[in-house]
């Protein structure tokens, strides 16, 4: 993967990322909404392996598993985040989202960055749409996604079965790319009138 925007360089991560992805891990704003990222103990000398397996998931043409991709500044050649894609398990669509460092948020750098990649993997891939997944209680990230052309689909509130409770409260956003087919795209607040014919 390689998208370059105005300002950004969206790419795979690289070996000499290694300590760029730990910042970006250990950042207080990303271990506040997402502790698990990559790992919960993950330690500096592990990033590399992860590193590799993403190179190795490209490679290979794998578009399905969990990796991240460098955020990288063009102007400075600095990472200063990365954006997470997968197909969800539990949801089975493809699945966006973005970590920054905490000096480089408010600058709409997620924003630019996701609205890329959501065109480009959307439009080389035959897929519709993305979605992103969100804590209700994350409005930058709310802002991010709405910039970079997601709207809100419905906020969802998971019931557990293991534990037979209601679980957190999230927000579950779409993004049609702009070369869809589809004649209805559906959001929460469109009226629903049946199955969509290309």
Known sequence: MYIE??????????E????????????????????????VEVQPTDIVNYIREFRNMEE????????????????????????????????????LGWMMLGEHTGNGYAAEAAEAFAEEFCRTNGIDYLIVVMDVDNPASRRTAEKSGFKL????TVYDYFYNRYCDDY?????????????????????????SVN
């Not at 925007?5 to 690289?14: A, E, G, K, P």
């Not at 760029?20 to 990559?38: E, F, N, S």
């Not at 991240?68 to 894609?85: D, K």
Request: hydrophobic letters at 25%.
């Open 171 to 195: 927000y579950y956003f779409r993004r049609y790319w702009s070369g869809c087919t589809l004649t209805d795209k559906f959001y929460g607040d469109t009226p629903y009138t049946g199955r």
């Open 60 to 95: 290979n043409g794998d578009r399905d598993t969990w990796r991240c991709y460098a955020i990288e500044h063009r102007q400075t050649s600095e990472v200063i985040g990365c954006l997470t894609f997968g197909k969800s398990e539990m949801l089975h669509e493809y699945e």
């Open 153 to 156: 689909f419905e906020k969802r």
């Open 5 to 14: 925007t105005d300002r950004l360089i969206v790419r795979t991560f690289r």
């Open 16 to 39: 000499t990322d290694t300590d760029a992805l730990y910042r970006i891990k250990t950042d207080p704003q990303v271990m506040y909404y997402c502790p698990d990222l990559l790992d």
